[in-house]
């Protein structure tokens, strides 16, 4: 483990019974970090839901459907859902979970023109 730089983020621990989020791309990571710079308290209110129960459907984390529904990665097919980090807004996550992971694949910082 490399050495701690002064003044380092710590970052959170999670619960055993919690996921995991990973990035699938470097796109899906620069939505993130928009996302996070102009929602930040509904993107932390995100992190949390998908931390804790990304497979819950709700009217703002559903599964997608259609041809959109499925994603292979791997040689397994995966439920691709898609989550609304808030109710009237525009932005979209894609991702699906693998075992413990909640993978982002997609993060759209405006409605995805493919659920048009």
Known sequence: MAAAKKGELVPRPPKKIE???????????????????????PMADTWDFLTRTPQSTTPT???LRGELGTISRGGTTH?????KPTAKGTARIWFYVHERTVVLEQVHTSHPNETK
Do not use: C, S
């Not at 439920?79 to 989550?83: D, E, I, K, N, P």
């Open 79 to 83: 439920m691709r859902w898609q989550h």
């Open 19 to 41: 996921y995991e989020i990973r990035f699938a791309t470097p796109g899906a990571r620069k939505g993130w970090q928009d996302l996070v710079a102009t929602i930040r308290n």
């Open 61 to 63: 984390n559903y599964p």
